[in-house]
């Protein structure tokens, strides 16, 4: 897998996806525009990316409000072009839990706002816990945040076989 990029829009009783081509778009402004072209009124719609199995984003839209990001690694700020126009301006997340040392992994560390999922069933602690978490694929973390949203079906419909 080079990289995926699928929106999911919520509507009044389920979520419908449809895959987003972001080389077609010339910065977070236009992706911004691209995801609320497909919400349903005021209802969230993300935009879930995965590069190489190395890294995982989301960017969230609800209505008229700022887009919320969060990028599973910074380390790949830098030196992937689709990282860099998606989450060049997230601000530093926290260390996930038990990780009192930040600086030992402050480069791989996420960057973003890690509430982001929370209302969606994965609070911030369990989504830095995700990040964290040895062995995990991106494409994994994004299957069990899917999951507990409501997502998944239209998520892995987009994924294929």
Same mark, same amino acid.
């Given at each position: 897998?080079? =990289?995926?990029?699928?929106? +999911?829009?919520?509507?009044a009783r389920t979520w419908?996806?449809? %895959?987003?081509?972001? @080389?077609?778009?010339? @910065? +977070?402004d236009t992706v911004v525009d691209a995801l609320r072209d497909l919400a349903i009124g005021d209802e969230p719609v993300l935009l879930?990316? %995965? %590069?190489? @199995?190395?890294? =995982?984003?989301?960017?969230?839209?609800? #209505?008229?409000?700022?887009?919320?990001l969060f990028l599973s690694d910074a380390r790949v700020l #830098?030196? $992937?072009e689709r990282a860099d126009l998606l989450f060049a301006d997230a601000p530093t997340a926290p260390a996930p839990? #038990? %990780?009192?040392? $930040?600086a030992s992994?402050?480069?791989?560390?996420?960057?973003? @706002?890690?509430?982001?999922?929370a209302d969606l069933g994965t609070p911030s602690g369990e989504l830095l816990g995700?990040?964290?978490?040895? #062995? +995990? +694929?991106p494409a994994d973390v994004l299957t069990t945040i899917s999951e507990r949203a409501g997502c998944l079906e239209p998520l892995e419909e987009l994924r294929g076989p």
């Open positions: 897998m080079a =990289f995926v990029a699928t929106a +999911l829009a919520r509507g419908t996806g449809s %895959e987003l081509d972001v @080389d077609d778009l010339e @910065d +977070l879930l990316v %995965e %590069e190489n @199995d190395e890294w =995982f984003g989301i960017v969230r839209v609800d #209505g008229d409000e700022d887009p919320r #830098g030196q $992937s839990t #038990g %990780e009192e040392d $930040s992994n402050a480069e791989g560390d996420p960057v973003g @706002d890690p509430d982001l999922m995700l990040c964290a978490e040895k #062995g +995990l +694929l």
